[in-house]
């Protein structure tokens, strides 16, 4: 079983930002793109969790709360967009706001879909300020 032990706390503040203290799950697939999300909201000062399979995700959701589960699936895995999303979704408690991002497919079928699962979804590619917001938002929530 993978490490389970991947919490970070940033340090940086953005204007405009109200992190303090809260624990987002960041579940991506892909290594890098997880690590360059990683970076974008640790220099906010968010604390983060990572995984990188809905699995992982699940077994964290099972060990402890958070503020918000921010869930980014890759290119390679578009088809199974909603599957990957529900899944965490059943894992989590109700009171939890979801971030889903995903591309979108040609007629914005996965997107379409994804707002019927997630509180909120944003397209990639996005932009680090998008990122930032997309969060503010979802946290806003609660």
Do not use: C, W
Not at 26 to 39: A, C, G, H, W, Y
Not at 54 to 64: K, P
Not at 68 to 95: C, F, G, W
Request: cysteine-free; glycine content about 6%; overall charge positive.
């Amino acid at each position: 079983m993978a490490d389970l032990r991947h919490e970070t706390t940033g340090s940086n503040r953005t204007a405009g930002t109200e992190p303090a203290g809260k624990k987002i799950l960041i579940v991506v697939e892909d290594n890098e793109r997880l690590s360059l999300m990683k970076t974008k909201l640790e220099r906010v000062g968010y604390i983060l969790t990572t995984a990188s399979t809905a699995e992982q995700a699940a077994a964290y959701l099972g060990m402890r709360r958070f503020d918000l589960v921010v869930v980014e699936v890759t290119q390679e895995h578009q088809r199974d967009v909603i599957a990957v999303v529900s899944q965490i979704k059943m894992a989590m408690p109700a009171n939890t706001p979801l971030l889903a991002i995903a591309a979108v497919t040609p007629g914005g079928r996965v997107h379409n879909g994804l707002l019927s699962v997630a509180n909120l979804s944003i397209l990639a590619p996005y932009h680090t300020v998008e990122l930032i917001r997309a969060v503010e938002r979802a946290l806003a929530i609660r």
